[in-house]
């Protein structure tokens, strides 16, 4: 099976430049429907799912081959080749976000430019670093995440949307959690809130665009900073958007970020 069977990879768009767009954790290729249209007159559209997510064929799935987002980043590098694309623009959300940066480090040459949409590259607190959250609250997570993900979901989706004034846009994102493999996702989330990519940031040599929302509970505006500060030449963008998915929740305020950013 080719990587584009397996990840479900759907191409569109009138332009010549590919814009690769990486869901984040428990979503799928459907998340990106507000942002995409904006730029398909001008652009390749690049959209996949990740493999236990959406519409992804799990048949080859193992935790010993998805052990590390490094798996996954292998998954995007497969996408390009298959497609054989050239100066990607790639667009990665929350884990993909350092998905998109451990794909650029491999293979340089492959990427123009990354916009990396609410980017952690370490959720845990670690001596001066402040990732978020404390070891006891990952562990916490995780736990709770492990031993009932249908309640985690319902509970956690719409805190991490934000927006609580309205309300449909986390009972979306909790029905993409539950939608999701659970197996899959639990592994998932394992890998996610365990990693550390810090050291990875000062090996970026792809131009690059921090996309921060207000209030983000899951990547706060000091971990955006950070991702900043370490990865040379970034640009960094403070958004009037709350929450960790202005893919969804502010569609417009990100179609013009990433359209300021290109056009620079």
Excluded at 121 to 137: A, L, M, Q, R, S
Aim: proline share 4%; charged share 20%; net charge negative.
């Amino acid at each position: 099976m080719t990587a584009t069977e397996k990840l479900n990879v759907k191409v569109s768009g009138q332009g010549k430049q590919p814009m690769l767009f990486a869901h984040g954790y428990g979503c799928d290729q459907k998340m990106w429907r507000y942002i995409t249209p904006a730029f398909e007159n001008d652009y390749q559209i690049i959209l996949f799912d990740h493999v236990g997510f959406g519409n992804s064929d799990v048949s080859d799935y193992s935790i010993s081959k998805y052990n590390s987002l490094e798996a996954y980043a292998n998954d995007v590098l497969a996408i390009i080749e298959e497609l054989n694309l050239q100066d990607v623009i790639f667009v990665g959300h929350s884990v993909s976000a350092m998905i998109g940066v451990l794909a650029s480090n491999k293979q340089p040459e492959r990427f123009a430019k990354l916009v990396l949409i609410g980017p952690s590259p370490c959720y845990v607190n670690d001596e001066d670093y402040i990732g978020g959250f404390t070891e006891e609250n990952i562990n916490g997570l995780i736990s709770t995440l492990e031993s009932d993900y249908l309640t985690w979901a319902n509970t956690m989706a719409p805190v991490i949307m934000g927006n609580p004034d309205r309300p449909e846009l986390g009972q979306e994102l909790a029905d993409s959690f539950c939608s999701s493999n659970i197996e899959v996702a639990k592994d998932f989330a394992r890998i996610t809130f365990l990693s550390d990519n810090r050291h990875d940031l000062d090996k970026v040599t792809t131009d690059t665009m921090i996309l921060q929302c207000a209030d983000d509970v899951i990547a706060p505006e000091v971990v955006g900073r950070y991702v900043h500060a370490h990865v040379a030449g970034s640009r960094f963008v403070q958004m009037e958007a709350v929450g960790h998915c202005p893919n969804l929740s502010a569609p417009d305020e990100t179609i013009i970020a990433i359209k300021d950013f290109l056009n620079k």
